[in-house]
């Protein structure tokens, strides 16, 4: 599991910002539901987290640090490319700095913390530490410190010996961690592995064939097909049946079955099936972009990042996605869900406890908001750790109603919005 991502120096974040997955010990609403435990039984995580703020704050900038995270590690870049970070450009000794991400997650019983500060023509330090559930113990499996002019990595004695080997063959501009996986080291293939098939991404102004390529591989490849196909027809009605339409051949080795196919629906009482694209709300295309990532993170137990998840959706429906992850009975394997939304709803929103009782359907630890200062730097906070005049947050607050009223900030500051011109 995903139990902390942090960022320093890349578009509006200035100053490091962490999202802290880790459930907060003082918050104790909905313990079992929201939180899973992780490590070992030794850390209890966010099943899911939601991020509010005003347009142009800096939430879909998170999103793109964490990908481009991803990226650094499991892509190849060419030769002569540089590496593709973007530091605060508000003002002018941020722009000469590196950019700072780093991740810690848990694989089986082992936290690993990895992390890297890189400008666009290096790694400048790279870092990767193991910490076993059973002893508590912190391995450093290798070290990395690029800023001289003779770069270094060490490699620590835990790390498998063939590791030293590589050292002499990782440029400038590739992370040591991507060269110890290609050159199967056997550590570093898991925790490249994790990043591929664990971190997931939707963002909500893909078009169809873009969109839902992840929800028609799902269903070209016979995976998650029955879940997948009721969560569409549960959205809408009209909706009898999902079809891949073949488009023709491809001979081509690397194009994926989704990609020569159409994806089609058979109506009620209908006997020919019609092409979703033309005959479909834009709400239930959102809804078979979802689908798929939905779907296939709740078996894997995958992190599922959703950009804008209230994006064509109505209230209700979104209430019921986020149910899914918190629920221990359709989440048993722990997958998370991380999404920025406008829906100002969810955080009134409540559901039944197991005893009959009504409860929030987010715990505070799990709502964060995101606020730009007067320097137009990003500001990253969870609503626990929001204080005013000395206190916190009560978990009986009207979390909603406060928020809208500017209580906790992240909100746009519009004055008198009056457009029209003046008279000369």
């Known amino acids: 599991m995903l139990l902390r991502f942090s960022v320093r120096n890349f578009h509006s974040f200035r100053e490091v910002q962490t999202l802290d997955l880790c459930a907060v010990a003082s918050c104790k609403e909905r313990l079992e539901e929201n939180t899973a435990l992780t490590f070992g039984g030794r850390t209890r995580a966010l ?131 991507s060269v110890c996986a290609q050159f199967a080291i056997k550590e570093a293939e898991s925790i490249v592995s994790y990043l591929i098939n664990n971190l997931l991404w939707i963002s909500w102004d893909k078009d169809l064939h873009d969109g839902a390529r992840y929800t028609m591989d799902c269903l070209a490849n016979g995976r998650e097909v029955e879940p997948i196909e009721t969560f569409i027809r549960q959205t809408d009605p009209a909706i009898q049946r999902i079809e891949l339409q073949d488009l023709g051949t491809s001979d081509a080795t690397d194009v994926s079955p989704s990609k020569r196919k159409r994806l089609c629906f058979l109506p009620p009482y209908g006997t020919e099936v019609l092409p979703i694209e033309k005959f479909c709300s834009l709400g239930t295309l959102k809804s078979i972009q979802l689908a798929g990532p939905i779907f296939h993170a709740l078996k894997t137990g995958a992190t599922l990042f959703v950009d804008e998840l209230d994006a064509r959706l109505h209230p209700i429906l979104s209430k019921a996605i986020i149910e899914l992850f918190n629920s221990a009975q359709t989440n048993p394997n722990c997958a998370q869900i991380i999404f920025t939304t406008h829906d100002t709803n969810l955080l009134s929103a409540s559901v039944m406890s197991a005893s009959g009782e009504k409860e929030r359907l987010l715990r505070r630890d799990q709502i964060y908001f995101i606020e730009r200062d007067a320097a137009f730097a990003s500001h990253l906070y969870s609503l626990i750790e929001f204080k005013r005049q000395g206190n916190g947050v009560r978990k009986d607050a009207s979390y909603e109603k406060d928020y809208l009223a500017g209580l906790y900030g992240a909100i746009p500051y519009l004055g008198a919005f009056n457009l029209r011109k003046k008279a000369p």
């Open 47 to 177: 099943k899911s987290a939601v991020i509010y703020g005003a347009n142009a704050s800096g939430k879909t900038n998170l999103f793109v640090a964490a990908r481009l995270f991803r990226a650094l590690v499991c892509q190849s870049f060419p030769l002569d490319a540089f590496i593709p970070v973007a530091p605060f450009l508000f003002d002018a000794d941020s722009r000469t700095k590196p950019t700072e991400m780093e991740a810690v997650f848990t694989i089986g019983d082992i936290r690993y913390r990895y992390g890297f500060s890189a400008t666009r023509e290096a790694f400048l330090k790279e870092w990767l530490y193991a910490t076993s559930a059973d002893t508590n113990r912190t391995r450093t499996l290798f070290l990395r410190d690029g800023s001289s002019e003779t770069p270094v990595i060490d490699v620590g004695a835990s790390f498998p010996k063939d590791a030293n080997v590589l050292v002499e063959r990782t440029r400038p501009s590739v992370p040591f961690l």
